[in-house]
C-alpha cells in the first residue's frame, strides 16, 4: 500500500527525536538506502543485539566477526555473482527502475508473490493499475534482473566484492570451527556484522538499505542426524504461530501449534529444524516483539530456494507497512559446503565417530538483521494517538535507550544538588539523562516522548525524608520511594522482577 498518514508520521518522529536521520548524506541531498543512527537510535539498536547476543549464547551458538569483502571465486561459488538479482522494472517516463515484487506489495494487501512468472508480475501491476511511484508516468511492459552485488578492487586489480549477507563469510572457516569444536557437531555460531546490497530503489527506510547490519545464526550437523536431536525434547510442547503453505493456498488463518503437533501434521520436516525455529522465535521475543505481532510464515515450494529442504519466514505486523518479514529460518542441506568444497578445493567435511566416515555437514540458519527489528520496536510502540496531548514510545523498558529521568523540581535550593547525586550514581548502571530545563509536565512530556520509562523528581520534600517521586512513563502512576532504594528498584523493574503496581503495596 502506499505511504500511510501512520508511516509519515512516524518518520518524522524518528528525525526529530534523534533516532534516525536520513537519508545519509542529508546536507548533499541524502543517497537512497543509507541511514544514520542518531544518539537514541543508535543505543536502541545496540539494545537489540545485546538481546541478539544473549539469545544465541543462551543457546550454545558462539559469535564470530568475519571480513566484509571477499574475492569473486567465494560469490561465484556460492551463486551470488550469477544469481543474486531482483525483477526490475523501469517508468517509460522518467526512466527510474524499481524492485517488481516490492512496488506489487506496497500497492496491495498481503500479496505474496514468491514463485511468479515475469508474465504473472506484469499481469498484476496491470490489473491494479499501478504507474511509478515517482512521477506516476506508465511502467515498461519488461522486467529485468538487477544484479545487487556491491564490486570493488583490493590493492592493483584484485576483483572483489562486499559481501551481501554474513552467512557466506560464516561457512569458509569451517574447518578451524570443527577444530575448536573438539570435531564434535551439531555447533553453532552466529554473526553480527555489515552487509551490503545494491538495491534497486530502496524505499521502506530502515526496512530496505544498502547498507545495512545483519545477525545470523548457522547449525552445523550431520543431516542424519536431524531427526535424533537431543534439544528437541526441551521445546517440544512450545506452541509457535505457523502459517503453512497449504494453508496459505486456502486462505486459512495461521494457528498456535506445538511443535510435536506439526511434527506429527508433517508441517516441519525434522526436530533439528523445529528447534531452530525456536530459537528464532525466542529471538524475536526477546528483541520485545509482542507476541501477537509475530507470525511464521513457510515458502511455498515454488518461491523457496532450489538448495533449500524447507524455508520459513518469521513476519512481524507493522503499522506503517503490514506483515513484514524480518527474518528467515532456512534448511540450507549440505549445499553450502560442498560447494566451497568445490571452488576451494578443500574438503569442507567432518568425520562421524558411530559411522566412521567423514561427512559433509548441513546448515541450519537463522538469517536477519539489527536494523529491521530496531525499526519495529518504533513502529509497533510509538504511540501519537491514544492521548491527544501527549505522544509516548511505549518501548519496554529493558529495550528502551534511557532507562530514567532524574529532574529537581525547581533549580533553587539543595533540589538540583540531590538530583545530580542521584543521577551520577544511577549512571553507573544505566543510560539515564538529568533534565532542569522548563516546568516538570514539560520535562514529563519530553521523556515520554523518547521512550523513557521512569522519572525520578526531587522536591522539597526530599530534603525532609530522604526519598523521591518516581513516576511510570506508561501509565504516569507515581509513589514515593526512599533514595537509597532507587536503584535497586529500576533494576527489579527493568528485568521484570516488580511491576510498577507492587510498589504502591
Same mark, same amino acid.
Given at each position: 500500500m502506499p505511504e500511510n498518514e501512520y508511516t509519515k508520521e512516524l518518520i518524522r518522529f524518528l528525525a526529530e527525536t534523534g533516532f534516525v536521520w536520513g537519508p545519509s548524506p542529508e546536507i548533499y541531498g541524502g543517497l537512497a538506502g543509507f541511514y544514520v543512527y542518531g544518539p537514541l537510535g543508535k543505543l536502541l539498536k545496540n539494545n537489540v543485539e545485546n538481546a541478539i547476543r544473549h539469545v544465541f549464547i543462551k543457546n550454545n551458538f558462539w559469535e564470530v566477526e568475519c571480513p566484509t569483502i571477499m574475492p569473486a571465486k567465494v560469490?561465484?561459488?556460492?551463486?551470488?555473482?550469477?544469481?543474486?538479482?531482483?525483477?526490475?522494472?523501469?517508468?517509460?517516463?522518467?526512466?527510474?527502475?524499481?524492485?517488481?515484487?516490492?512496488?506489487?506489495?506496497?500497492?496491495? $494487501?498481503?500479496?505474496?508473490?514468491?514463485? /511468479?512468472? #515475469?508474465?504473472?508480475?506484469? !499481469?498484476?501491476?496491470?490489473?491494479?493499475k499501478i504507474k511509478c511511484p515517482s512521477c506516476k508516468g506508465r511502467l515498461n511492459d519488461e522486467i529485468i534482473k538487477h544484479n545487487m552485488m556491491m564490486k570493488t578492487k583490493v590493492g592493483v586489480d584484485?576483483?572483489?566484492y562486499n559481501?551481501?549477507?554474513?552467512?557466506?563469510?560464516?561457512?569458509?572457516?569451517?574447518?578451524r570451527f570443527d577444530e575448536f569444536f573438539r570435531k564434535k557437531?551439531?555447533?553453532?555460531?552466529?554473526?553480527?556484522?555489515?552487509?551490503?546490497?545494491?538495491?534497486?530503489s530502496p524505499r521502506q527506510h530502515l526496512l530496505r538499505q544498502r547498507e545495512f547490519t545483519q545477525a545470523e545464526g548457522q547449525l552445523f550437523l550431520f543431516g542424519h542426524e536431524?531427526?535424533?536431536?537431543?534439544?528437541?525434547?526441551?521445546?517440544?510442547?512450545?506452541?509457535?504461530?505457523?502459517?503453512?503453505h497449504v494453508a496459505?493456498?486456502?486462505? $486459512?488463518?495461521?494457528?498456535?501449534?506445538? /511443535?510435536? #503437533?506439526?511434527?506429527?501434521? !508433517?508441517?516441519?520436516?525434522?526436530?533439528?529444524?523445529?528447534?531452530t525455529l525456536n530459537v528464532a522465535y525466542q529471538l524475536f521475543l526477546e528483541m520485545g516483539i509482542p507476541k501477537d505481532k509475530i507470525r511464521f510464515r513457510q515458502h511455498d515450494p515454488n518461491e523457496r530456494a532450489f538448495y533449500a529442504d524447507d524455508a520459513w519466514d518469521v513476519e512481524v505486523q507493522l503499522g506503517s507497512f503490514g506483515w513484514t518479514e524480518l527474518c528467515g529460518v532456512h534448511d540450507r542441506t549440505d549445499y553450502d559446503l560442498k560447494q566451497h568444497s568445490k571452488f576451494s578445493g578443500e574438503m569442507l567435511d567432518a568425520y562421524h565417530e558411530e559411522k566412521k566416515e567423514k561427512l559433509v555437514p548441513h546448515i541450519l540458519e537463522i538469517a536477519f538483521g539489527s536494523d529491521r527489528p530496531t525499526f519495529a520496536l518504533l513502529d509497533i510502540f510509538y504511540d501519537p494517538k491514544s492521548d491527544p496531548d501527549r505522544k509516548c514510545l511505549r518501548i519496554p523498558a529493558k529495550l528502551t535507550p534511557v532507562k530514567a529521568g532524574v529532574y529537581p523540581l525547581v533549580n533553587k535550593e539543595k533540589l538540583p544538588e540531590i538530583a545530580k547525586k542521584i543521577y551520577n550514581e544511577l549512571i553507573q548502571d544505566f543510560v539515564c539523562v538529568h533534565d532542569k530545563g522548563g516546568s516538570i509536565g514539560r520535562r514529563y512530556a519530553r521523556a515520554d516522548w523518547?521512550?523513557?520509562p521512569y522519572g525520578i523528581t526531587v522536591d522539597f520534600d526530599s530534603m525532609k525524608n530522604n526519598d523521591v517521586t518516581l513516576r511510570e512513563r506508561d501509565s504516569q502512576a507515581q509513589v514515593r520511594v526512599k533514595i537509597n532504594d532507587v536503584k535497586k528498584i529500576l533494576h527489579d523493574l527493568i528485568n521484570g522482577t516488580i511491576e510498577f503496581k507492587d510498589l504502591k503495596k
Open positions: 560469490w561465484e561459488a556460492s551463486g551470488h555473482l550469477g544469481g543474486f538479482t531482483d525483477p526490475m522494472i523501469k517508468c517509460s517516463k522518467c526512466g527510474n527502475g524499481f524492485r517488481v515484487d516490492t512496488l506489487i506489495e506496497e500497492f496491495t $494487501e498481503d500479496m505474496k508473490l514468491g514463485g /511468479l512468472s #515475469d508474465k504473472e508480475l506484469l !499481469k498484476i501491476i496491470g490489473e491494479h584484485t576483483e572483489v559481501r551481501p549477507e554474513t552467512a557466506t563469510t560464516t561457512y569458509l572457516p569451517f574447518k557437531l551439531p555447533f553453532g555460531v552466529f554473526q553480527i556484522g555489515k552487509a551490503y546490497r545494491n538495491e534497486i536431524k531427526n535424533n536431536f537431543d534439544k528437541f525434547k526441551e521445546v517440544e510442547n512450545v506452541a509457535l504461530p505457523l502459517w503453512n496459505q493456498t486456502k486462505n $486459512e488463518k495461521w494457528i498456535p501449534i506445538k /511443535l510435536k #503437533d506439526a511434527m506429527k501434521e !508433517k508441517f516441519l520436516k525434522n526436530q533439528a529444524y523445529a528447534w523518547r521512550g523513557i
